[in-house]
Each structure stands twice: as C-alpha cells, then as structure tokens.
C-alpha cells in the first residue's frame, strides 16, 4: 500500500505547533525546538520493512507551506493517511480531514493522546475513517494497513465505522518486547530536520521504552501526564540494554552522532539494573566516551551510585520535572517524591557532573502567590547550584488535558475556566485553570532565571570549547524565542 505519516501545517500568528512528540502543545516563536515524533518514526519504519511504499511528512518540522506539503501529499496519492492529533488542535484537525477527503482518494487514521481517551467525537465530527487508540500506534498501523491489504478482520484497538455505526474495539496491545521494534529507518524519516538547542550536534532522538517508571508507586502516576495516562495506561516497559547499546553503536558508526536524546517518558535509569548493564553494554561495544546520552529522569532515580554509572556512561544532560517548590502541590499531582527529594536528586546529578533541564509549572488553583514564589526560589537554588553550560529551565502553565485525572478533579472541584469543549483554549496562552496568580508573569519570570547575573557568570565561567560557545549561541536563541511566547 501507498501510506503517508503526516503532521499537516497549522500555524497561528507566524507561530509553529509543537506537536510531534511534545506532551504539551503549544505553537511557538522558537525555531530551536523540533523534536522527533519517535513512535512515529517506528511506525514509517516498519510499514516500510513490511514492503509498504511510505511517505513520512512533518510539514511542521519540515517548516513546509500549506501548498508545498499539499502537493507533496497529492503527488504521492496515499491509500491510507496517519495523522497525529491532540486536544488543542482536534478541531482544525477534523477540519483537515475532511478536507483531504475531498482533495483526495485516501482512508484516513488517526492517533494520538485525546482520540485514545474518546474516540467516538472524531468519528462524530469528521469523516475520519479509523482510530488507533492507545500508544503501540506503530504496531496498530502496520496491523492497519495489513488488515486493509488482506481485507481481513480489524485487530483489537482499531475503531471504526460500520454502515453508519461506530464499531468500538478496545485498546492496542502493548508490544510485550520491545527489542522487536527495528531500529527506526532515520532517512525515511528525514531526522536532520530535528534538533533542540540544548543538544550536542549532531543529534538524534532515542526511546529507551515506552512509559515512566520507578518512583514511590513503581510507575509513574502523576495526575497531569497525558501520555502515561492516555496511551501506557500508567505502565512501563523497557528495552534490553543491549537493543539500546546496540542501537546507539549503529547510530554512532553510521551517522556519527555525537548525542542522542532519550524521550521515553523518565528514561531508562529509574531501573538501576539496566543502568548498570547498560554501561556493561557500552564497554563491551567500545562505546564509552564516544557518543553523550541526555534523558528524561526522574530526580527521585538519581542517587550518587548511579550518577557515577551514568556519567561513566556518556549521560550528560537531564530533564527532570520539578513541577512546583510545594509539597502540598506534589502530593496533589501525585508526583511520588517531596520537593527535598527532587532538590536531592537535581544536587546529586550536578555534583556527579551532568547538567539539568527543570521543568516547572505554575498556576494550580489551590495555590497562592507565595506558593509560586517558593517554586521560583526552589528553580533559582537548582539553578543556581554548580551551574554549568547547559543548566537551563522551562516554566509553562498546568494544563491539564481531558480525561486525565487532574482534568477529572478540576471538573470536580469547578475550577475550569472555559466550556469543557473548548479544546482549543488547551493551546498555553491562556491558563484554563482558575488561578490566584498571573500566569504569564510567573512563567516569565521564571524562564529569566537563565538571565540571573550569577546564573550567566557560572555558566560563563564554565565554557571550556568551541562547542560549549555553539551551545550558549543557540541556548540564547532559544530563550529568547521562549520569552517572545510569554
Ligand atoms: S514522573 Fe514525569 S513521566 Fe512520569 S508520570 Fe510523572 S510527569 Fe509523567
């Protein structure tokens, strides 16, 4: 079959969407940021390996024109089209849709978080023809199109229409072993058209499994989390280290990459045994101190022994979720750790060597203007501990998506703001939340942490080469592109 993997082109106001792979949509004035669409990309992967004709477009990441990347879709004329949605941008895309049922001869799927927690309004609202629900979407695809080509029997997970009726079809299973996953084709799927400003050049993206795990709870439980809500169903799997090593060997040789980044949702390292085989791995490859590995974390996985590993390793740079400096918060979030533990882990990976990216967030009802201060004052200390070139931080507004449990709790206790329907309000610009404090003030003054005296003089003080000035050059942009979507 002739399948295309498309992201369409939706700006607003000379803004790009941050949808591929981004947990929290929002459109964007910075350049730097385009990450990955992993699943994606194991999905273009193994509809090609299957011997399907694949046609991988990310307009948005591609930066394409509307008409360029309608031409390139009518020039490949797909048989069946993917596309990945989210709350905030689901009404334009039922538009889309329909749209492309009329300039086109193609069956339509669709995938993503929203659709995975209530596929019935998609088929209610547009003339989308299936919905693979859950996060194994690469396996649904290929299940798909294989059904379509055989006409055989759609597989648990694939909803659908039958005369006029929605047939309702479970969830996708979850691939039991991901090491049957290929390596993902990285020239199908265009991966020079990547890259974050934080990373090292050249980069590529990495998963390291699909789901969050360790914590106080065994797997990640945090009321807000979309993806481990929607699509991992609050569960964790993991590669073999050596399917991880081994593909990071293959990256390293083939391409000569100097970093990946591991976006599964708290990496691999929340599991201590896989940390230590994978640097086990490593040495046997002959991999140590050939290629640097950045990763999600948990901070509460960071104890000195295995930051030791890690550094040893390659891991240099981490991004951990602070959230908020309130315990009262994190409990209501059900993070799993205290403010002290993730101060804790954030000190214990600076002191071991590695550099930190904090996310935080700001505006949860419940909380009060000294409740944000102590927030701020918690990412000032972190930032402000062993700074080095790399140290950075991100603050954006609690947006709490449909369906998830704090989405639930905020219904419960009368704190939205707009009509339950208004998924386009979820874009960030606005909190939907009601909130005691200014939203927008707090998340600017926050990302100015990075433009604190101190902060600027250690990081100065820390540049050793040529690429830590590259890394500063294109942190700067990048923050500065931040700032303008305040
Ligand atoms: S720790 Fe991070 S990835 Fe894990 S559930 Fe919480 S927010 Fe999600």
Not at 200 to 216: A, E
Not at 255 to 279: C, L, P, Q, S, T
Not at 442 to 455: E, G, M, R, S
């Amino acid at each position: 079959m002739k399948i295309a993997l498309v992201y369409p082109i939706f700006k607003k106001n000379g803004q790009y969407p941050l949808l591929s792979q981004n947990r929290q949509f929002r459109y964007s004035n910075s350049k730097e940021i385009r990450i990955f669409p992993l699943i994606m990309g194991t999905a273009a992967t193994m509809l090609k390996k299957q011997g399907h004709e694949v046609l991988f477009l990310d307009a948005i990441n591609e930066r394409l024109t509307k008409e360029e990347y309608e031409q390139k879709l009518k020039n490949f004329n797909p048989e069946l089209i993917l596309l990945e949605t989210k709350a905030p941008i689901l009404k334009i895309t039922w538009k889309h849709i329909d749209y492309l049922k009329e300039i086109l001869n193609s069956k339509i799927a669709l995938c993503g978080d929203h659709v995975s927690f209530n596929p019935k309004e998609s088929f209610e609202n547009s003339k989308v023809d299936f919905i693979l629900v859950g996060g194994d979407y690469d396996v649904g695809i290929l299940k798909l199109s294989n059904s379509l080509e055989n006409k055989e029997q759609l597989s648990e997970g694939i909803w659908f229409k039958k005369e006029g009726k929605i047939i309702e079809n479970g969830f996708l299973p979850e691939m039991k072993d991901l090491d049957n996953i290929p390596f993902i084709d990285r020239e199908l799927t265009k991966w020079k058209n990547y890259g974050e400003a934080y990373l090292r050049k050249p980069s590529m993206y990495i998963l390291s499994g699909r789901g969050c795990g360790g914590g106080h709870y065994g797997s990640g439980k945090c009321t807000f989390c979309i993806w481990q809500h929607a699509l991992w169903k609050c569960r964790a799997r993991l590669r073999s280290p050596k399917n991880f090593v081994d593909e990071l060997k293959y990256l390293s040789e083939h391409y000569k990459i100097r970093e990946v980044f591991d976006d599964n949702e708290a990496g691999g390292v929340w599991d201590k045994k896989w940390v230590e085989e994978v640097y086990k791995e490593m040495k046997e490859q002959n991999l140590l101190d050939k290629i640097y590995i950045s990763s999600n974390a948990r901070a509460d996985s960071l104890d000195s022994k295995t930051c030791k590993l890690m550094k040893k390793i390659g891991y240099r740079l981490l991004k951990i979720g602070l959230e908020s400096g309130n315990n009262k918060t994190l409990k209501i979030l059900n993070k799993g750790e205290t403010i002290e533990e993730i101060k804790e882990g954030v000190k214990t990976a600076k002191r071991e060597g590695m550099v930190v990216l904090l996310t935080t967030m700001v505006g949860f009802p419940w909380e009060t203007e000294e409740d944000v201060k102590r927030t701020y004052e918690a990412t000032k200390e972190l930032m402000l501990y062993k700074t080095k070139i790399g140290d950075s931080l991100q603050s954006s507004i609690i947006m709490p998506y449909p369906y998830t449990p704090l989405y639930k709790l905020a219904e419960k206790k009368g704190w939205l703001i707009y009509d339950a329907k208004d998924y386009e309000k979820l874009d960030q610009t606005r909190p939907i939340l009601k909130t005691k404090i200014d939203t927008q003030k707090w998340c600017k003054k926050i990302w100015a942490i990075h433009t604190h005296p101190l902060f600027i003089l250690k990081t100065l003080f820390s540049i050793r080469n040529k690429n830590d000035l590259e890394l500063i050059f294109r942190g700067v942009k990048s923050v500065i592109g931040h700032l303008k979507d305040y």
